[in-house]
């Protein structure tokens, strides 16, 4: 089992630590950060990231923890008044702890497992984030940035509608201790303003859901169990897949249907 700093990593946790300097300064490169400027990361680990994190003109600096060995470890390793750790699980935290300082800006090296999760939650509660830049996979942020074709689908429409998004590097599993099996990326987000509202949104979402229930499979295909009455839709577009269609499409057809 893999160690650093005499803690072992937990792979339940999904504890891999970036190592390389280049990527952390690439994220920090991508936000504006000032002395107002509050910050908070998920998933401190080892500090790599915090330590430099707090070279920057900041104002303050949440890291949440969920293992209690990282947690202990950095509260002792780390003096400034700046940082705050938090021994919580991202997940079930009450985002009005948030409010009094908003906007806040996200840096972290996300745990794979939970990046779908916590892009929700950054969805649900985007009026309190300005900006970000977080590592995930490489598979989920090609799956975020599409706009057409093989592995577009419902993330891509969603995140897309809510935030402006951006790769920035590719990293390699070298640059991680213990090394991933996989490729890693940095992804920008912000937060878009003035989102076009969308008739009875959470239905929409579903009929999302319903379009690319199969994606590969035609429009029509995908329609045949659901409760949609498809008349209004032209027999050229019910053959075509969803995966051939953008927003604007979708909210044509959502408006003939709903």
């Given amino acids: 089992m893999a160690q650093s700093k005499g803690i072992y990593l937990k792979k339940h946790f999904g504890q891999h630590f970036l190592r390389e300097v280049r990527f ?28 430099e994190i707090l070279k920057k003109p900041i104002s303050k600096l949440w890291a949440f923890e969920i293992d209690p060995d990282w947690a202990t ?13 938090l021994e919580e699980n991202f997940l079930d935290i009450d985002f ?41 996979q490489e598979e989920v942020a090609q799956k ?13 429409l969603f995140y897309q509608r809510y935030f402006e998004l951006r790769l920035l590097d590719k990293v390699p599993p070298t640059a991680f201790f ?17 989102v076009a509202p969308i008739h009875d949104e959470e239905g929409f979402w579903r009929f999302i859901k319903v379009c690319f229930k199969q994606p590969r499979r035609t429009l029509k295909n995908n329609f045949m169990q659901s409760h949609y009455s498809i008349e209004k839709l032209s027999e050229e577009v019910l053959a075509l897949r969803a ?16």
């Fill in 24 to 51: 952390v300064n690439s994220m920090l490169d991508a936000v504006q950060l000032t002395n107002h400027t509050p910050v908070f990361e998920i998933g401190c680990g080892d500090g790599f990231l915090t330590k």
């Fill in 144 to 156: 975020l940035v599409i706009n057409r074709g093989r592995g577009y689908g419902f993330p891509a």
């Fill in 96 to 136: 009005s702890i948030f409010e009094k300082d908003k906007p806040w800006t996200v840096l972290s090296n996300l745990p794979y497992q939970i990046t779908f999760p916590i892009f929700h939650l950054f969805q649900k509660h985007r009026h309190l984030i300005a900006e970000g830049v977080v590592m995930i």
């Fill in 178 to 194: 213990p090394p991933p099996k996989i490729f890693s990326r940095l992804i920008y987000f912000k937060p878009r303003v003035d």
């Fill in 73 to 85: 470890y950095i509260k002792n390793e780390i003096k400034d008044p700046r940082l705050t750790v």
């Fill in 243 to 258: 995966q051939q269609f953008g927003m604007d499409d979708f909210i044509k057809m959502w408006e003939l249907l709903r």
